[in-house]
């Protein structure tokens, strides 16, 4: 069986058993978020290994244990809110006051302008510099590349910070106190 077809079958197994708890749009979404979630873990575990045997880890360290446990937790946590909602508007009601900085549409992470792409684009730039950091220094590597390449980077960084900075007048977070 192809890799895609495993990832289809846990997908409609897991739609399938949200079914068959309920009648409701929230069962559905329950499963397929749990069908989700087992299809991300699969298809990144070769990934994650790796990623922790470059980083010099072992994937068998109790840290690296607890923080699996602790992501699980967190995700299936969040499962339940759609699983327990009478129907999602409320299970989106829920969510959006568990965490009160989080919009829906705008996810913004409690910094005003800064949206999704912003925050998924500033966390992959630091798994990078960090994988970067742990395979050569960072200076090695710059210093290394050939100046047009060198000079990418920085006008890569510049452009990030230009497209995704935050430019609004707004108060600073102190005052508020």
Not at 76 to 100: E, M, Q
Request: glycine content about 10%; proline content about 2%; aromatic content about 18%.
């Amino acid at each position: 069986m192809s890799e895609w077809r495993m990832y289809l079958n846990v997908a409609i197994t897991f739609l399938v058993s949200g079914v068959w708890h309920g009648a409701n749009w929230t069962f559905v979404l329950w499963g397929a978020l749990n069908g989700l979630y087992l299809i991300i873990e699969t298809a990144t575990k070769k990934l994650r290994q790796n990623l922790l045997r470059m980083l010099g880890f072992s994937e068998e360290a109790w840290w690296v244990r607890i923080g699996q446990v602790c992501a699980t937790f967190v995700l299936i946590s969040l499962g339940w809110v759609l699983f327990r909602a009478k129907d999602i508007s409320d299970a989106g009601y829920v969510l959006t006051r568990l965490f009160p900085s989080l919009r829906v549409g705008s996810v913004t992470a409690g910094i005003p302008g800064f949206g999704f792409g912003g925050l998924v684009l500033a966390i992959a730039g630091i798994i990078l510099l960090e994988i970067i950091q742990s395979v050569r220094r960072r200076e090695e590597l710059l210093a290394r590349m050939p100046t047009y390449r060198r000079w990418m980077v920085y006008y890569g960084f510049a452009f990030v910070i230009l497209f995704f900075g935050v430019y609004d007048k707004t108060q600073f977070i102190y005052f508020q106190f």
